[in-house]
């Protein structure tokens, strides 16, 4: 199998896209039979055979770009040499002289040397290539942990390339040019050829950079994701925003594959004695290995009330995501939201994606998002209209910074809510040490609620969500 396809399955098992053996072998009769001509066919033939899942789809195609297609963007044509001599101040008589002169030399100047004076992207790409393909180098490679690394491992790559045979073709060229031209020209010359080396230099630079990141990709990504995770919903901009989503999304399968290994891993519970006999036959009942029948967790079903007034926007767009996107780790899922008046938006979320379900809730297609906050108001239009909605099974969330505008806070609707329910769990933007000062009625609501969480970032909310489900 090509090396190089080797390489590029492992890349991707790095990043976390799954290729089966099996998946390897036809990438390779694949490209046998099409061959490495034509990249819009390489791309479709290998996309096709490795990359089985559509969510994957966009990190494989970054993935491609960066290993297939990098030794030819890391060396773009550069500037030819004529270019490079006109442009320092050499005439066109001078230039055609001295190019008659490299031309003579060419047979014993290095392929290194030769390319970059040329210009030659093409040549120099194939010269990284076949730098970077060597076993060593790619040791090399695997062994990049960070940016500052990135440095030693481009001379790495030179010396493979065999760098210090283009110093001292560049000691010979010095001497022919000086011997040639004036003084003058003679140095605009000699820096020209110094500029087309350097620019073969950072080609390299840029080779190794897209090797880093390539198989580094994931791992970096993650990290971006954690600190986006970690960030307060107040200091959010609109990029941040855009980017969230895909971290809700993220966390939320790391929350469902977490739930699964739990139950997969548990080996407590009631012996289930017919999975235990059929394993006995296999060994004649020495030694008995005991099979355990694992108890169905019940499913919380959960009733959200979301505070959107204008105060907590991102911190309730969020929360809403978040939670719905869990929505299997639940037995029934039902959104109200609020701000003076209170509205159910269930069959909202059921009619929509939840990204577009929420931007229409928090555009006041639910209930209006011109008025003050009144929780008070809200909590009793809730307990007189729709408490049949909580049960002994279910697991109340409340949403919002708890300040309600010098209204009454009617704690005895939030009381009848919490009688009902398994349990009535608060989330709060806000620090604990504002709660009681100005208009805030957390002093009056939380010893209502059964749990209250301070949540300012997406991490948190996942610690909370997990505690409420595991």
């Known amino acids: 199998m090509d090396v190089r396809l080797l390489e590029f399955v492992e890349i991707l098992r790095r990043n976390g896209i799954r290729v ?37 789809r966009s990190l494989w195609e970054e993935l491609f770009d960066l290993y297939w297609m990098g030794a030819a963007r890391a060396a773009d044509d550069g500037a030819p040499l004529e270019t490079r001599l006109l442009e ?8 055609a002289a001295l190019l008659a002169m490299l031309q003579a030399l060419e047979g014993s100047l290095a392929d290194t040397t030769r390319a970059a004076l040329a210009g030659r992207g093409a040549a120099m790409a194939r010269l990284l ?15 990049i942990r960070n940016v500052l690394q990135l440095g030693f491992y481009t001379e790495r790559l030179l010396d493979r390339m065999g760098w210090s045979r283009v110093d001292d073709d560049l000691k010979r060229l010095r001497e022919v040019i000086h011997g040639r031209l004036p003084m003058a020209q003679a140095a605009a010359a000699e820096k020209a050829l110094q500029e087309a080396l350097a620019e073969a230099r950072r080609a390299a630079r840029r080779h190794v950079e897209r090797e880093y990141k390539k198989r580094n990709l994931r791992a970096q990504e993650d990290q971006r994701m954690r600190a986006l995770a970690e960030r307060s919903f107040y200091s959010l901009s609109a990029d941040d925003i855009a980017s969230m989503r895909e971290v809700v999304r993220r966390l939320g399968r790391k929350l469902r594959g977490a739930v699964e290994r739990r139950m997969r891993v548990r080996k407590r519970g009631r012996i289930d004695l017919r999975r235990t ?8 009942g020495v030694p008995v290995r005991l099979a355990h029948r694992l108890r169905r967790r019940e499913k919380p079903e959960v009733v959200i009330l979301c505070d959107i007034s204008d105060s907590v926007r991102n911190v309730s767009r969020f929360m809403l995501q978040f939670v719905h996107t869990l929505q299997d780790l639940f037995a029934r ?48 239009q809730f307990a007189g ?21 010098y209204n009454p806070a009617e704690g005895w609707a939030l009381e009848a809510v919490r009688r009902r329910a398994r349990r009535l769990v608060w989330l709060n933007p806000e620090d604990r040490l504002s709660w009681g000062f100005g208009d805030s009625e957390m002093r009056t609501y939380a010893p209502i609620c059964s749990q209250v969480h301070v949540v300012q970032s997406l991490a948190g909310l996942e610690r909370v969500v997990e505690s409420l489900i595991l």
């Open 277 to 284: 006999m059929r394993r006995a036959l296999s060994t004649g």
């Open 333 to 380: 899922v039902r959104s109200y939201v609020f701000v003076a008046d209170l509205g159910e938006c269930t069959a909202l979320f059921k009619a929509h994606e939840v990204d577009v379900a929420i931007d229409m809730a928090l555009s006041g297609r639910v209930v209006s998002t011109y008025a003050n906050s009144n929780f008070g108001r809200a909590f009793a």
């Open 20 to 56: 089966a053996t099996d998946a390897s072998i036809q990438a390779a009769r694949a490209l046998e039979a099409l061959g490495f001509d034509e990249p819009g066919v390489v791309r479709a033939a290998l996309r096709t055979t490795t990359c089985p899942r559509p969510t994957d």
């Open 88 to 95: 320092a101040g050499l005439t066109p008589d001078q230039v």
């Open 129 to 143: 290539l076949a730098g970077a393909l060597h076993p060593d180098a790619r040791a090399d490679m695997d062994r």
């Open 385 to 405: 209209e729709h408490l049949e909605a909580v049960t002994s099974r279910t697991t109340v969330l409340v949403i919002g910074d708890g300040r309600n505008n």
